[in-house]
């Protein structure tokens, strides 16, 4: 069974440049998440989708940061313009469901590492 | 609102032996699951064991082992005959109830280092 997908692996911008992050979860599960960890922390959620749907997005600042997961398989998080503070892995995960009250499993991709200089 | 505390930054151990990885935690809810995570140099956060609250026995993986105790509200990892490929970043985490189904929140990790 393949794993979640995630692209690109690595990527360096300048402060106020766009950049835009790509995730496929595993085939058939209906929930995703974004996570940020900034270097020398434990990441944190930025935003949960069940299907497309948006079920916590509370931590995305949304002035800048953006996610859509249209039809409910892959899912795009937008920066839009970045700052240095932005530099950090943006980790993308997945779950079968999240309807259970004791969590599901979450299975994480590789991570993709931004530089904001 | 829900809180991992991992108070070892570093840990050393001899390959070979066994080595346990602290944990606590703190949340309001009655039903909630404890996830540990290995994260190698390489970035990638690996699944290595989960803990309901309501499960009676303590959850075993292979070589890890979860030491759960509510009332003390701890979930230490134990690894035991550890190996070098063992040495890596290892996060504790809490998953969240109510409307937040899923949601993890994570500790600061500790990172774990295997001497041959």
């Known amino acids: 069974e393949a794993g979640v997908a995630q692209s690109p692996r690595y990527k360096i911008i300048e402060k106020r440049q766009s950049v835009a992050f790509w995730c496929n979860p595993i085939s058939g599960h209906a929930t995703l998440y974004w996570y940020q960890q900034i270097l020398g922390q434990g990441p944190k959620l930025l935003i949960q989708?069940?299907?497309?749907?948006?079920?916590?997005d509370s931590q995305l600042p949304k002035d800048r940061f953006s996610a859509e997961r249209l039809k409910g398989v892959d899912s795009t998080l937008k920066i839009q313009p970045a700052k240095l503070e932005d530099s950090a892995v943006y980790l993308c995960?997945?779950?079968?469901?999240?309807?259970?009250?004791?969590?599901?499993?979450?299975?994480f991709g590789p991570g993709t590492r931004l530089l904001v200089l | 609102a829900q809180k991992i505390t991992q108070t070892q930054p570093g840990m050393f151990v001899q390959e070979k032996e066994a080595v346990t990885l602290d944990c606590t935690y703190d949340?309001?809810?009655?039903?909630?699951?404890l996830f540990w995570y290995k994260q190698p140099s390489s970035g990638e956060m690996i699944f290595l064991i989960y803990?309901?609250?309501?499960?009676?026995q303590n959850a075993t993986e292979g070589r890890y082992s979860l030491n759960f105790q509510k009332a003390r509200k701890s979930a230490n990892l134990v690894i035991s005959a550890s190996q070098l490929g063992d040495s890596a970043m290892y996060f504790c985490a809490i998953s969240a109830g109510g409307t937040s189904y899923g949601k993890l929140t994570f500790g600061q990790g500790t990172i774990l280092t295997v001497h041959p």
């Open positions: 995960a997945s779950s079968f469901w999240a309807g259970g009250p004791s969590g599901e499993t979450q299975y």
């Open positions: 803990q309901g609250s309501y499960d009676e």
């Open positions: 949340t309001s809810d009655q039903s909630y699951g």
């Open positions: 989708f069940q299907n497309n749907g948006v079920v916590d």
